[in-house]
């Protein structure tokens, strides 16, 4: 068989697998016209370690929106739609969805995940993302995470949910509560990405001047920590004290440690 004739094969086989596809295409298209959505797969991930969206709060979320699904003809969903009626809970960081053969309609869902509880004292609750999202507790159950408490002053109302609205860059460094929040952020992921911190810091005590306190897991001192500037060089400063110090005088001796001071801790009984 000469080139000429490999080629014009070729060719012709290519060109019958394209009809055929444009043929299946338009099948499978008059197909789904007349199919009906026979049910919603809901899938959430991290559902046992998280716990803060389930399959009955999807399905909320479609009901409050009155997205009548099941029943409804596959080519008439507005699967975007869908997904951004998901995606306005706040606790929902991706949504996907699509239908499959089965006319079932899949529902993939990844929960946002929070790295702090914040429970003010006047009553305020919810955890707070990363990314700067505001994730109102709906659950009696709590992820396991450092709290914070106290009096901060917070760049929304009591109301808020949601990503918060941040400002530019320049502007967010001007507004004082702004700057504490950001701030306060990047010190729970500092302590985060640390074994031992993450372990020992278990809250956050945050007083009316935006000074904070830090409560360990071991021992009985309270950390004066004072404000989240240089947050690094005075946990380095208390870790040094925790192996040089008391690791002879015990670990209950203080009840206060007080870091605020460049190149001291001051302790007291």
Excluded: H
């Excluded at 409050?64 to 699967?79: E, V, W």
């Excluded at 707070?128 to 914070?148: E, K």
């Excluded at 007083?207 to 306190?213: F, G, I, M, Q």
């Amino acid at each position: 068989m000469n080139q000429r004739l490999k080629i014009a094969l070729n060719v012709t086989l290519w060109v019958a697998l394209a009809a055929y596809l444009i043929v299946a295409a338009g099948y499978c298209s008059r197909q789904n016209a007349d199919r009906l959505c026979t049910g919603l797969n809901i899938t959430v991930q991290d559902s046992n370690r998280l716990g803060l969206v389930t399959r009955e709060s999807v399905r909320g979320i479609l009901v409050n929106q009155r997205m009548r699904l099941t029943g409804a003809r596959l080519d008439s969903i507005n699967l975007l739609a869908v997904e951004q009626a998901i995606l306005a809970s706040p606790a929902i960081a991706r949504a996907r969805v699509y239908a499959s053969m089965d006319g079932k309609l899949n529902i993939e869902v990844e929960q946002r995940e929070p790295i702090v509880r914040v429970q003010t004292e006047n009553g305020y609750r919810f955890y707070l993302s990363a990314d700067g999202t505001v994730i109102p507790l709906q659950t009696a159950r709590f992820i396991d995470l450092p709290i914070v408490t106290g009096a901060p002053q917070l760049p929304f109302g009591t109301e808020f949910a949601g990503r918060i609205p941040w400002a530019t860059e320049a502007e967010k460094k001007s507004d004082e509560k702004s700057l504490f929040l950001w701030n306060l952020i990047n010190f729970v992921e500092y302590l985060q990405q640390d074994d031992f911190w993450s372990d020992q810091v278990v809250q956050i005590n945050v007083l009316a001047d935006n000074e904070v306190e830090l409560i360990p897991r071991l021992g009985r001192s309270v950390i004066r920590l004072g404000g989240l500037d240089e947050y690094d060089a005075k946990l380095d400063k208390l870790l040094k004290f925790y192996t040089k110090g008391l690791r002879y005088e015990g670990w209950d001796k203080y009840a206060t440690i007080d870091l605020r001071y460049r190149g001291q801790v001051v302790c007291s009984i």
